[in-house]
């Protein structure tokens, strides 16, 4: 029988304070919102050592009240980020940690699948890139991480939160406040995804929340962080620096009424004896088109109970890309549609595309010009059924909740909204919606506070 030596594994200390604190926190669910360099990747790569080890982190292993000897159960560790970039710092530490036992052989490391496990057992820390469901599909952990959330699509979570439940497991989510306009390699279709989420977590005892500046990293230069305020937005420099989630921003997006809670509703089939509306917005490269239906008693099955007679339940969102003709597109929105009886199609500036319409029009699809000419006044039209809570969108229209969720007005130099969208002409989708709530009626109505407080399914 061989008797493998025994190897001391270093794990090094956190850079101060506020790092150590999020290291011991033992809560199964904690979020984390810090500012650039303020080291999440390596504390979290600590916090995973500590956990695949089994070495209780309020401790580090010298014995508390919270462990047996320094020892808890160890854990199965999934790390994951959207970048590559992301996966290789966190894997760079984790390596560095754990060396000493892996050039021992009393831990396996496989550099291809970025795995480090005990040998003949479950027991491993991965990480991998992932980015939304499927791409995380396959792999388990009983202590999840999650860096770089803002960028990855919420729908990780439907796949973590099942993951976690047969073994209470722990679930660490490290993110920077994104910026108003979602860029680069964001797979997000709400940017602020992650900061509901923290808003959430801060009211909910379930969860542990932190929030960190750049300056609580002691290993930076103060100096230099204070002149990089001359090299930053100001808008930059609160997300980024101070990890700010800036609370105006409500008043920033153009349609903020959009109450995604109570709204944003789960798929069912359309009754066939339901009126359906359409608005279009036409062009070569990049027509769509939403589908509206209007809703009839009763409900059907699936549908909330929340929904009244007239409200409008938006069931599909088109857009081809470019290469189709006037013809093909009419069969295709005759697909769409089925059975259901069209009551009004709308699209179009009033003034210039006529002709567009007449083609439409010569093919068996007849569309009219929007009711108000001006872009705002259509915009209001919107808001006014947004507000009134008439307007249900399924959630797996994807395209048409990113545009609501990224529409804003252009701001001023104090950052305050101006009277005209920024980027107005790549909401395709929202110029569908606006043309046609011209010709919806806003119904006047009361909404108690007994109607919001549970949807019902």
């Not at 349609?255 to 004896?273: L, S």
């Amino acid at each position: 029988m061989t008797v493998k030596e025994k190897v001391e594994i270093q794990i090094p200390k956190p850079h101060g304070k506020e790092q150590l604190e999020f290291i011991k926190c033992v809560v199964i669910r904690q979020i984390i919102k810090a500012g650039r360099r303020f080291g999440k990747t390596y504390a979290v790569a600590i916090k995973d050592v500590y956990a695949f080890l089994g070495i209780c982190p309020i401790c580090g292993g010298g014995g508390c009240e919270a462990c047996v000897g320094g020892r808890v159960k160890p854990q199965r560790v999934l790390y994951a980020a959207p970048t590559l970039e992301q996966v290789s710092k966190y894997w760079h530490e984790v390596c560095q940690m754990l060396g000493p036992a892996i050039e021992s052989g009393q831990l396996k490391k496989d550099e291809t699948e970025k795995y480090i496990e005990v040998p003949g057992t479950e027991r491993r820390l991965k990480a991998k890139t992932a980015w939304n469901k499927n791409t995380l599909r396959g792999d388990f952990g009983s202590r999840v991480t999650l860096e770089e959330f803002q960028l990855m699509n919420e729908d990780i979570l439907d796949i973590v939160y099942p993951m976690l439940l047969d073994v209470n497991g722990t679930l660490v989510i490290v993110y920077t406040p994104p910026s108003l306009k979602s860029e680069g390699v964001s797979k997000a279709r709400d940017p602020r995804h992650a900061s509901k989420l923290f808003k959430k977590a801060q009211a909910d005892t379930r969860w542990q929340t932190f929030h960190y500046t750049s300056y609580d990293n002691p290993l930076l230069s103060q100096k230099a962080l204070a002149e990089i305020t001359n090299d930053m937005s100001l808008d930059a420099y609160r997300r980024e620096i101070l990890a700010e989630d800036d609370e105006i921003e409500t008043s920033w997006l153009v349609y903020h009424k959009f109450d995604e809670e109570w709204c944003k509703i789960k798929r069912f089939a359309i009754p066939e004896n339901w009126n359906v509306l359409t608005g279009h917005d036409f062009g070569a490269a990049n027509p769509g088109a939403l589908f509206l239906a209007r809703v009839q008693l009763p409900l059907p099955d699936g549908a909330p109970k929340s929904l009244r007679y007239g409200d409008y339940v938006m069931f599909r969102e088109y857009a081809p890309g470019a290469g189709f003709s006037a013809s093909q597109h009419i069969d295709r929105f005759r697909e769409l549609v089925g059975k259901r009886e069209v009551k009004i199609s709308v699209g179009g500036n009033v003034t210039t595309e006529g002709e567009i319409r007449q083609l439409y029009g010569a093919g068996g699809w007849p569309i009219v010009p929007p009711l108000l000419t001006k872009v705002n006044a259509q915009i209001d039209r919107v808001l006014a059924l947004m507000g009134s809570n008439e307007l249900y969108i399924f959630e797996d229209l994807y395209g048409v909740l990113s545009e609501i969720a990224n529409c804003m007005w252009e701001l001023d130099e104090e950052k305050k909204p101006k009277n005209k969208i920024q980027n107005e002409s790549k909401y395709h989708y929202l110029s569908c919606l606006r043309t046609l709530a011209t010709y919806l009626p806003v119904k006047i109505q009361i909404l108690t506070n007994e109607r919001r407080k549970v949807k019902v399914w």
